[in-house]
């Protein structure tokens, strides 16, 4: 019993084998209830593993991971990226441990690995609303294509939903409240639910789509194919980034992603003196300090606020 035991621990201090990791990386990634974080995760666990695996190493403890995060600077990738890789690392360590691949010893010392400090905060990208209305006039709206692309184009500018939420939507999360058109239950990220308003031109817009595609149940978008044709049960989060880069592109606009449209209708709403409370709703924000990064407020010189305190100075001649 006692070699048996002995055998188990040095079996735990080992090296993982490739096998062992691959385990690892689905235990971690059916853990995950987000897309986009299954997305993410595998890719840096895929990353990790391609560089642990590239020669033979002792095992798998913190002085490898150490090494590994200097590998990434040496890269010189951005620090919130080198913090998800590290954050993939720490969870599959996790499930190392709990599979009884890793000692908890060995994964509290991995544990205490930091993540990269970030200095300063990263300038978003917000349009204005001569932007917004140029890149809501983009698409073709003689086409059934352009129909579809404006309407999505509308509840990203106009309700400041993610990608994945606008995939997901059905018809039936269009419903009258309050005699206020309205996304009624829509499931966003960690699973929060919130109830989104849709604005009168949104809507329009929308029902434009609807009309001409005779969608009136199920996804509320569908893909297309190149004869113009409906086709499928919906579409997938590429094909939203794809209709915003184009549009942008026929809009004169530079770099946009469709997350720069979420923080573009916080601003907009913002500017037009939404509540901040109010915001954090529309947008669905656990953290009302996140809301207020999508806000991107910035300084105003020209009009400083310490200007307004009341003091004086005056020079005795």
């Given at each position: 019993m006692g070699k048996q035991v002995r055998r188990q621990k040095r079996r735990r201090v080992q090296a993982l084998t490739l096998p062992e990791l691959d385990q690892s990386k689905n235990a971690v990634l059916n853990s995950l209830g987000s897309l986009q974080s299954r997305r993410s995760y595998r890719h840096a666990i895929d990353e990790f593993i391609a560089w642990y695996c590239s020669e033979p190493r002792l095992a798998l403890n913190r002085t490898v991971v150490l090494r590994?995060?200097?590998?990434?600077?040496?890269?010189?990738?951005?620090?919130?990226?080198?913090?998800?890789?590290l954050a993939a690392v720490r969870r599959l360590v996790y499930e190392a441990s709990d599979a009884g691949l890793l000692s908890p010893e060995l994964v509290a010392g991995i544990r205490r690995v930091k993540g990269v400090k970030q200095l300063g905060h990263r300038t978003g990208n917000w349009l204005t609303g001569q932007q917004g209305q140029q890149l809501l006039n983009a698409p073709d709206r003689g086409t059934l294509r352009g129909k579809r692309d404006a309407a999505m184009l509308a509840l990203l500018l106009g309700c400041g939903l993610r990608r994945s939420e606008l995939a997901a939507l059905d018809v039936a999360h269009l419903q009258l409240r309050e005699d206020h058109w309205a996304i009624v239950d829509l499931v966003g990220k960690g699973g929060h639910v919130r109830t989104v308003p849709v604005p009168g031109w949104v809507k329009t817009a929308v029902d434009d789509w609807t009309r001409a595609a005779g969608i009136a149940e199920k996804r509320l978008f569908r893909s297309i194919r190149k004869s113009g044709t409906l086709w499928g049960e919906g579409l997938t989060q590429n094909v939203i980034w794809y209709v915003v880069r184009d549009s942008a592109k026929r809009a004169g606009i530079e770099r946009l992603a469709p997350h720069d449209l979420r923080r573009s209708c916080a601003r907009m709403c913002h500017l037009a003196g939404g509540e901040l409370e109010q915001i954090q709703f529309l947008l669905g924000h656990a953290s009302i300090q996140t809301t207020e990064r999508y806000l991107g407020c910035k300084q105003r010189i020209r009009q400083a606020v310490n200007d307004r305190i009341d003091i004086q100075f005056k020079i005795h001649s």
């Amino acid at each position: 019993m006692g070699k048996q035991v002995r055998r188990q621990k040095r079996r735990r201090v080992q090296a993982l084998t490739l096998p062992e990791l691959d385990q690892s990386k689905n235990a971690v990634l059916n853990s995950l209830g987000s897309l986009q974080s299954r997305r993410s995760y595998r890719h840096a666990i895929d990353e990790f593993i391609a560089w642990y695996c590239s020669e033979p190493r002792l095992a798998l403890n913190r002085t490898v991971v150490l090494r590994y995060r200097q590998q990434l600077e040496g890269v010189h990738l951005a620090p919130a990226t080198i913090n998800v890789r590290l954050a993939a690392v720490r969870r599959l360590v996790y499930e190392a441990s709990d599979a009884g691949l890793l000692s908890p010893e060995l994964v509290a010392g991995i544990r205490r690995v930091k993540g990269v400090k970030q200095l300063g905060h990263r300038t978003g990208n917000w349009l204005t609303g001569q932007q917004g209305q140029q890149l809501l006039n983009a698409p073709d709206r003689g086409t059934l294509r352009g129909k579809r692309d404006a309407a999505m184009l509308a509840l990203l500018l106009g309700c400041g939903l993610r990608r994945s939420e606008l995939a997901a939507l059905d018809v039936a999360h269009l419903q009258l409240r309050e005699d206020h058109w309205a996304i009624v239950d829509l499931v966003g990220k960690g699973g929060h639910v919130r109830t989104v308003p849709v604005p009168g031109w949104v809507k329009t817009a929308v029902d434009d789509w609807t009309r001409a595609a005779g969608i009136a149940e199920k996804r509320l978008f569908r893909s297309i194919r190149k004869s113009g044709t409906l086709w499928g049960e919906g579409l997938t989060q590429n094909v939203i980034w794809y209709v915003v880069r184009d549009s942008a592109k026929r809009a004169g606009i530079e770099r946009l992603a469709p997350h720069d449209l979420r923080r573009s209708c916080a601003r907009m709403c913002h500017l037009a003196g939404g509540e901040l409370e109010q915001i954090q709703f529309l947008l669905g924000h656990a953290s009302i300090q996140t809301t207020e990064r999508y806000l991107g407020c910035k300084q105003r010189i020209r009009q400083a606020v310490n200007d307004r305190i009341d003091i004086q100075f005056k020079i005795h001649s």
